[in-house]
């Protein structure tokens, strides 16, 4: 019989997400006759179609694979260089990033790339992330064994935990000892927050000052609408020495199920190994991607360099505006019920203070029972998050008008 890797044992409950899932299944099943009412603004999926500009590129690549002579098998692990370039062109050189084609790597999603980064990092490293925090970077540590366990608050041996809370401007702290790895997500999944350029000089520069790296989650940055706030780390002088950075086109251009997204490597980056010599980190990341990842088909590749093109970057602008406009609709429907919320201008999440001293998990509860509405459980995200809600503006206009108007009707204080 095999042995099993233990480390997953340590692993609290389940994945928040299938865990709301579980829960609600639950409720239908006691419930049938709220099934069909039950609106979902939990999970950040998105609901409006793909720009028209990617649909038709995709349908040419797909005319491009029917015949030989445009036929594409294998793709590049790295990238299609064409799609590398545009990124480049748009995403970075056009805000003074000093980024080259051959630093991207094009992969499948970057939910996958912030678990699979641990493949060529070690596990003495000493790791920080912030409190309340995406799951997936704390979960992908335990599943590695870069952790203890979890102590009755949900925080596992080994991490450093930076809260990130109402009291502080939903800012961390810079640690007060040593950190070899910091996670960072801005705009912050799930507070909604954003970090200005003076924020992200403070990370960057205590990063240079003790070796640290920092990886950067800007799944959710063209959602920034607040004059001033960087898209990228590498706007801040010295990023290129001590971050990688992850994108993704799900959030803007809706690829959630096409899946697309992408991982800056900066060449230079170093890591130590085990005798002490600095190894290129981007070396190591084109190693693993060759060897693990076959590459985004030719289809989504050519799907997502039409999101640079004038019409893509017209129509994503408009489906960014949608959902911004739900997060509005969100807040504002909150704020007049007499709720607490963060969040919603800068990105498309409000995280919402429960009302009457509620945990978090009974305020899911509430909204689940009295308005068929799911959202998702602060607590979920940490410890830090308890007394929290967070909702998601990825939905459609009708959904949103009618769950804000439910909460409205039977919320209200």
């Known amino acids: 019989m095999p042995t099993i890797n233990n ?16 829960r609600v299944a639950e409720f239908t099943k006691t419930h049938p006759e709220a099934e069909a009412k039950i609106i979902k603004m939990g999970i950040g999926d998105v609901t409006e179609p793909l720009p028209e500009a990617c649909v038709v590129a995709m349908h040419k690549a797909v005319d491009d694979l029917s015949k030989r002579g445009s036929f594409h098998g294998y793709g590049p692990e790295q990238g299609y260089a064409w799609l590398r370039e545009a990124i480049v062109e748009n995403d970075y050189r056009s805000r003074g990033c000093d980024v080259g084609a051959d630093e991207i790597f094009i992969s499948d ?22 409190d309340p925090v995406y799951p997936v970077y704390v979960d992908t540590n335990v599943m ?69 790296l920092i990886l ?58 085990s005798d ?46 949608f959902y911004l406009e739900n997060a509005r609709i969100i807040r504002e429907a909150l704020v007049r019920t007499g709720m607490t919320v963060f969040g919603g201008v800068s990105a498309p999440y409000v995280w919402i203070k429960t009302p009457a001293g509620q945990t978090s998990w009974e305020f899911f509860d509430t909204l689940l029972n009295d308005t068929h509405i799911v959202g998702t459980p602060g607590s979920g995200f940490g410890a830090s998050g308890e007394g929290y809600l967070r909702l998601s503006a990825f939905n459609s206009r009708e959904n949103v008008e009618e769950a804000m108007q439910r909460i409205g009707s039977v919320l209200a204080v």
């Not at 480390?7 to 579980?22: D, H, M, S, T």
Request: hydrophobic share 35%; aromatic share 10%; glycine share 12%.
């Open 7 to 22: 480390n997953f044992l340590k692993l609290q409950a389940g994945y928040l997400f299938p865990e709301i899932g579980r």
């Open 109 to 130: 999603g970057s939910k996958c790339d912030c678990a699979n980064i641990l493949d060529i990092l070690g596990h003495d490293n000493t790791i920080a992330v912030t």
């Open 144 to 212: 590695v064994g870069n952790t203890g366990g979890a102590d009755e608050a949900g925080r596992y041996g080994g991490l450093v935990y930076l809260p990130v809370t109402a009291e502080n401007g939903f800012t961390p702290e810079l640690p007060t000892t040593p950190v070899d790895i910091i996670y960072l997500c801005y705009p912050n999944n799930p507070t909604g927050s954003v970090a200005s350029k003076e924020t992200l000089k403070k990370w960057v520069d205590y990063a240079n000052e003790h070796g640290s």
């Open 216 to 273: 950067f989650d800007a799944a959710y940055e063209a959602y920034i609408t607040e004059p001033g706030i960087p898209r990228s780390i590498y706007e801040i002088p010295g990023a290129r020495e001590v971050a990688i950075e992850f994108r993704s086109f799900s959030k803007n251009a809706g690829f959630t199920g096409t899946r697309c997204a992408f991982t800056v490597v900066p060449k230079g980056l170093t890591g130590k190994a």
């Open 276 to 321: 002490g010599t600095g190894i290129e980190l981007h070396r190591l990341w084109q190693r693993r991607q060759s060897t693990k990842f076959n590459g985004v088909s030719y289809i989504v590749q050519r799907g997502a360099e039409a999101v640079y093109s004038e019409a893509g970057q017209q129509q994503i602008a408009g489906l960014v505006s």
